[in-house]
């Protein structure tokens, strides 16, 4: 049986090597890339070191919930998003489409470090949210939005991105505790909801780089670990 291409690739790559010093990184990355499959990693002090400081940064109390964004391209660039700005999860609304299929957790997709939460309905998101303590905004083009600088993103908060086509579900602007816009000054008047959602986080990390809270860590000491040791095994 012939072998796929992605796989011969791996094995003339490994047929090549000299010696099997590093037969491991060259098979884990290969194959996590090309067939999904996570193979065990290895504890370096560069990564670990890496994944330490990453996570420091982590702002805990930060997040994004995707209210029925159907595009799966979009999904996954906020997910990117979220990474860049460190945000650690996010809550995936879905009521009346399945929810998106994000793909394998290689090593090279934000997935990985995105951890995601859903829910089907508004009850169990909201309740998911309060428990955290967190101010929950609804993305909106009504009259009773206000701009995104007017609100204070250095508190914890929830921004909710609504659907690409009919924007947030009213029933979720209803049990918000504050409507957003960005404001914009072309014949456009809108974004992508990926687009509007680095927006939001751009300006959530200033808020949040001038208060200090980059500086402060947003886990115990005890969900640090536990969170370190989890990314330890991705």
Not at 51 to 74: F, G, I, S, W
Not at 150 to 160: K, M, V
Request: hydrophobic share 35%.
């Amino acid at each position: 049986m012939a072998c796929p291409d992605g796989l011969n690739s791996v094995l003339h790559q490994v047929m090549a090597l000299n010696t099997t010093t590093n037969l491991l990184p060259v098979l884990s990355g290969k194959f996590d890339r090309i067939y999904g499959v996570q193979m065990t990693k290895e504890r370096t002090p560069e990564r670990t070191a890496k994944l330490e400081r990453v996570l420091k940064l982590r702002q805990k109390d930060l997040t994004l919930v995707m209210a029925n964004v159907h595009d799966p391209h979009n999904v996954s660039a906020i997910l990117r998003s979220c990474d860049a700005f460190g945000v650690p999860k996010v809550h995936l609304y879905y009521t009346d489409t399945p929810f998106p299929k994000l793909g394998n957790k290689s090593s090279a997709s934000a997935r990985k470090w995105v951890d995601t939460e859903r829910h089907d309905n508004t009850d169990d998101l909201m309740k998911s949210l309060r428990a955290q303590g967190m101010k929950v905004l609804a993305t909106s083009c009504s009259p009773n939005a206000k701009p995104l600088r007017d609100y204070d993103l250095s508190e914890p908060t929830a921004i909710i991105m609504g659907n690409e086509h009919r924007g947030t579900d009213p029933e979720l602007v209803e049990v918000a505790d504050g409507e957003v816009y960005i404001p914009m000054f072309g014949m456009i008047q809108s974004f992508n909801v990926s687009v509007a959602a680095a927006v939001i986080l751009s300006e959530a990390s200033r808020q949040r780089q001038l208060s200090g809270k980059y500086d402060q860590p947003t886990y115990t000491e005890e969900e640090y670990k536990a969170v370190l040791e989890d990314w330890l095994e991705r």
